[in-house]
């Protein structure tokens, strides 16, 4: 029996440093808010000039790259693994941000959102699966939404440094001080992760059993528990030589089915307006006759009950069920709509419309960051089996960054022609994705990664397990009691 606080601190280290993705990416994300009014200064003035156009065309660029950086990151992170493959990314993270920092015209500045969102959508799909491959069983969920954590965190930061940096600084040119600080994550990340070991399920899928087996050795405590994590390891990759590729993966009802899930948890995670509040938090406040200096401190508001959240997060996801979670998250999130789209019809005008309306939509950032977001990151690291898991991952992050760009595209356009009824119409969208959760979403706590692949492949299979599914719904809605005694994950 070797000591537990060693194994623990190489795992909290190499969440630590896996992380540093998620901070990037985080901060990449929310710091597009307090450059942008800069950057619509004109050239001589030190900003580039942005029209609206061309301010959609630079905000959006880097949700295609991400869209794109997602898909095909998660093939590589099969072929080189998951460690080598983000080490590329920190690398393509520090080129994005130096590029949108030094860029000097619009053309550049676009082509260098785009390079960053490539970093930032593999790093999406690529940390999450990290983390779960590495994390004991016992920890996996909380572990896994430090994921989480460290976006909201990287927003926050971001919020924060360009409120300050805006009122403290005197240059106009400090949006590209703003934008360089990404690279500072970037650096911390690819040097962090020479000094973490790569994920022993990827080096076992590739017939590397001794390096697995060095691996688990380091992050488990004891060697009963590495014995037994490698067997069920070297069990799966022996009913999976067989089944090589992605597209003949997909072969496979079951595979197909589970594909089709986390590509609607993309949609159901977007669908929120999570991003819609995070970008668009300034436009919705100045509707209601709020000043713009106002609306910058309000939006870190945001970025705090977003931190807040998430912590709370981390307490809830390993003492209640997934399915449960995410379904009580929506419903919150389908109330704020109402109330949000009620204070703008009703109270137009009045003084304490802003006030109302900031209340509904932190209501709303509370249950997407505490029972929604984490629970979609967390999902997309356990669903998919092990052969595919880095392609099926990205194609499921990929639709996720195209709902990203959706929703990002639609909001202000419907802001602008229908007004509160845009929240009323997010509310239906919320009440939909309620009832795909519910008829679709298994149960996913209490496994460990190789049970529930078998476990998913019954539930997901025609014949009998049609009637396993049925089954399976009808025991986790009536039985909380088996639920909750199940062990913690």
Same mark, same amino acid.
């Given at each position: 029996?070797?000591?537990?606080?060693?194994?623990?601190?190489?795992?909290?280290?190499?969440?630590?440093?896996?992380?540093?993705?998620?901070?990037?990416?985080?901060?990449?994300?929310?710091?597009?808010?307090?450059?942008?009014?800069?950057?619509?200064?004109?050239?001589?003035?030190?900003?580039?000039?942005?029209?609206?156009?061309?301010?959609?065309?630079?905000?959006?660029?880097?949700? $295609?790259?991400?869209?794109?950086?997602?898909?095909l990151c998660g093939n590589l992170a099969d072929r080189f693994g998951r460690r080598d493959s983000l080490m590329g990314l920190s690398v393509v993270f520090m080129i994005g941000a130096i590029g949108t920092g030094l860029a000097p015209s619009i053309a550049v500045m676009t082509v260098m959102r785009f390079v960053l969102g490539f970093a930032v959508g593999g790093a999406s799909a690529l940390v999450p699966m990290f983390i779960s491959e590495m994390a004991p069983p016992g920890r996996r969920g909380r572990l896994v939404s430090q994921n989480e954590m460290m976006i909201v965190t990287g927003q926050l930061v971001a919020y924060v440094l360009s409120a300050v940096l805006a009122r403290f600084s005197g240059s106009p040119e400090i949006w590209r001080t703003m934008l360089m600080i990404a690279a500072v994550p @970037?650096?911390?990340?690819?040097? !962090?992760?020479?000094?973490?070991?790569?994920? /022993?399920?990827?080096?076992?899928?590739? !017939?590397?059993?001794?390096?697995?087996?060095?691996?688990?050795?380091?992050?488990?405590?004891?060697?009963?528990?590495?014995?037994?994590?490698?067997?069920?390891?070297?069990?799966?990759?022996?009913?999976?030589?067989?089944?090589?590729?992605?597209?003949?993966?997909?072969?496979?009802?079951?595979?197909?089915?589970?594909?089709?899930?986390?590509?609607?948890?993309?949609?159901?995670?977007?669908?929120?307006?999570?991003?819609? +509040?995070?970008?668009?938090?300034?436009?919705?406040?100045?509707?209601?006759?709020?000043?713009?200096?106002?609306?910058?401190?309000?939006? $870190?508001?945001?970025?705090?009950?977003?931190? #807040?959240?998430?912590?709370? @997060?981390?307490?809830?996801?390993?003492?209640?069920?997934?399915?449960?979670? %995410?379904?009580?998250?929506?419903?919150?999130?389908?109330?704020?709509?109402? !109330? %949000?789209?009620?204070?703008?019809?009703? %109270?137009? #005008?009045?003084?304490?419309?802003?006030?109302?309306?900031?209340?509904?939509?932190? +209501?709303?950032?509370?249950?997407?960051?505490?029972?929604?977001?984490?629970?979609?990151?967390?999902?997309?690291?356990?669903?998919? /089996?092990?052969?595919?898991?880095?392609?099926?991952?990205?194609?499921?992050?990929?639709?996720?960054?195209? +709902?990203?760009?959706?929703?990002?595209?639609?909001?202000?356009?419907?802001?602008?022609?229908?007004?509160?009824?845009?929240?009323?119409?997010?509310?239906?969208?919320?009440?939909?994705?309620?009832?795909?959760?519910?008829? +679709?979403?298994?149960?996913?706590?209490?496994?460990?990664?190789?049970?529930?692949?078998?476990?998913?492949?019954?539930?997901?299979? &025609?014949? &009998?397990?049609?009637?396993?599914?049925?089954?399976?719904?009808?025991?986790?809605?009536? &039985?909380?009691?088996?639920?909750?005694?199940?062990?913690?994950?």
């Amino acid at each position: 029996m070797r000591e537990r606080s060693e194994a623990d601190r190489l795992i909290t280290k190499i969440v630590v440093v896996a992380t540093m993705g998620a901070l990037a990416f985080g901060y990449d994300t929310g710091v597009i808010a307090g450059a942008l009014p800069f950057m619509q200064h004109p050239i001589s003035e030190g900003g580039l000039g942005l029209t609206p156009l061309t301010e959609g065309l630079v905000t959006s660029s880097l949700v $295609i790259g991400a869209a794109l950086g997602s898909l095909l990151c998660g093939n590589l992170a099969d072929r080189f693994g998951r460690r080598d493959s983000l080490m590329g990314l920190s690398v393509v993270f520090m080129i994005g941000a130096i590029g949108t920092g030094l860029a000097p015209s619009i053309a550049v500045m676009t082509v260098m959102r785009f390079v960053l969102g490539f970093a930032v959508g593999g790093a999406s799909a690529l940390v999450p699966m990290f983390i779960s491959e590495m994390a004991p069983p016992g920890r996996r969920g909380r572990l896994v939404s430090q994921n989480e954590m460290m976006i909201v965190t990287g927003q926050l930061v971001a919020y924060v440094l360009s409120a300050v940096l805006a009122r403290f600084s005197g240059s106009p040119e400090i949006w590209r001080t703003m934008l360089m600080i990404a690279a500072v994550p @970037a650096v911390l990340l690819g040097v !962090g992760l020479i000094f973490v070991p790569r994920s /022993p399920r990827w080096l076992a899928s590739h !017939g590397r059993i001794d390096e697995a087996e060095e691996v688990l050795t380091l992050i488990r405590s004891s060697d009963k528990q590495v014995r037994k994590e490698l067997t069920a390891i070297g069990m799966q990759v022996d009913q999976e030589t067989e089944q090589v590729g992605w597209r003949q993966a997909l072969s496979e009802v079951w595979m197909r089915r589970l594909l089709m899930l986390g590509i609607s948890l993309g949609f159901v995670a977007q669908f929120t307006g999570v991003n819609a +509040f995070m970008y668009f938090t300034p436009i919705i406040l100045r509707e209601t006759g709020l000043g713009m200096q106002a609306t910058l401190i309000a939006t $870190i508001g945001n970025g705090l009950v977003a931190v #807040g959240a998430t912590f709370a @997060a981390l307490w809830m996801i390993g003492r209640f069920p997934r399915r449960l979670t %995410l379904m009580c998250g929506l419903a919150g999130v389908v109330f704020a709509h109402l !109330g %949000l789209g009620a204070t703008l019809l009703f %109270l137009h #005008g009045s003084p304490i419309e802003s006030f109302v309306a900031l209340g509904f939509i932190l +209501f709303a950032l509370l249950f997407i960051q505490m029972m929604v977001s984490p629970l979609y990151w967390l999902l997309m690291s356990e669903l998919f /089996p092990m052969r595919v898991r880095g392609a099926l991952t990205g194609l499921s992050v990929s639709a996720q960054w195209l +709902f990203n760009a959706t929703v990002a595209f639609l909001f202000p356009v419907l802001l602008h022609a229908i007004g509160p009824g845009t929240f009323f119409a997010f509310a239906v969208i919320n009440a939909i994705s309620l009832a795909i959760v519910a008829r +679709f979403l298994p149960e996913t706590k209490g496994r460990t990664l190789e049970q529930l692949e078998t476990y998913l492949k019954k539930y997901f299979s &025609d014949g &009998d397990g049609a009637s396993d599914r049925k089954e399976a719904l009808l025991n986790i809605a009536g &039985d909380k009691k088996a639920m909750l005694a199940h062990k913690v994950v």
